[in-house]
């Protein structure tokens, strides 16, 4: 085996023992009501997270655009509490209208 078949099955190995860590651990007994909260809250937490980091990098280095403009946006119309389909259309013609201008 090579070391980067040999790295993969180290990081599977530690994937499947951290994802049954939980269930293990807690059996059948309910999370506690603040962990619940902190549970409910990861995968928005991550979800913008993501969005930003790939909004707002270009590759290793800082990018401010006309994506983030769109983005600037998209949080606009969700904070005036547009539909969701205005908040989609909202941000590419915002970008859109940077790059237009010659801005991003």
């Known amino acids: 085996m090579t070391a980067v078949w040999i790295a993969i099955a180290v990081v599977a190995v530690v994937n499947i023992a951290t994802k049954a ?22 995968a928005p937490a991550l979800l913008a997270a993501l969005v930003v980091v790939d909004t707002a990098s270009d590759g290793r280095a800082l990018a401010l655009d006309a994506r983030v403009a769109g ?34």
């Open 71 to 104: 983005l600037a946006a998209a949080a606009v119309a969700l904070a005036l509490r547009a539909p969701l389909v205005v908040v989609v259309l909202v941000a590419p013609v915002a970008a859109a209208g940077v790059r237009a201008l010659g801005w991003g």
């Open 21 to 42: 860590a939980g269930p293990v651990l807690l059996g059948s007994r309910p999370l506690p009501r603040r962990a619940e909260g902190v549970v409910a809250l990861l």
